[in-house]
């Protein structure tokens, strides 16, 4: 039987955060390097991020992040880099980090949540779907500024 999966808000750097964004980060993106304490702080402190860590028998096996913020036409929520350990795939944790950051969403007035996810990442997919995330008809552009 495996460990019930639990999730929090990361409020600390802690040798446990470090750790885990420097083992799951590479799960996520080959060319992003993981968060240096500055970057950990910067994200901790900011107002308008929440950073979820979920744990399964004491370990850290995913992370999520949540930003919410004001735009012309209402209050938004967006999660960005949600990782799964591969080991703990298929267990839950991907659906306890979402509906922790939906519930938090909610809770500050957020009236829409967003997220993207490659199509490839069909695992994913069926879980956004089942959360009741809505696929939309939209073009996302991104432009890249520096390097």
Request: proline content about 5%; cysteine-free.
């Amino acid at each position: 039987m495996s460990a019930a999966v639990v999730v929090e808000e990361a409020t600390d750097i802690t040798p446990e955060l470090r750790d885990a964004f420097r083992r799951l980060l590479p799960q996520l993106s080959s060319s992003s390097a993981p968060p240096d304490d500055a970057e950990l702080s910067e994200m901790l402190d900011a107002p308008s991020t929440t950073v979820f860590v979920a744990k399964s028998g004491g370990a850290v096996v995913g992370t999520l992040t949540l930003v919410v913020f004001r735009i012309p036409t209402g209050l938004r929520a967006w999660i960005e880099d949600v990782v799964v350990d591969e080991a703990a795939r298929g267990r839950g944790v991907g659906e306890a980090l979402n509906r922790a950051a939906i519930a938090k969403a909610a809770s500050l007035g957020a009236k829409t949540v967003d997220l993207t996810s490659r199509p490839s990442r069909e695992a994913a997919n069926r879980l956004y779907r089942r959360l009741g995330f809505a696929l939309r008809e939209t073009n996302v552009y991104r432009y890249s500024v520096g390097s």
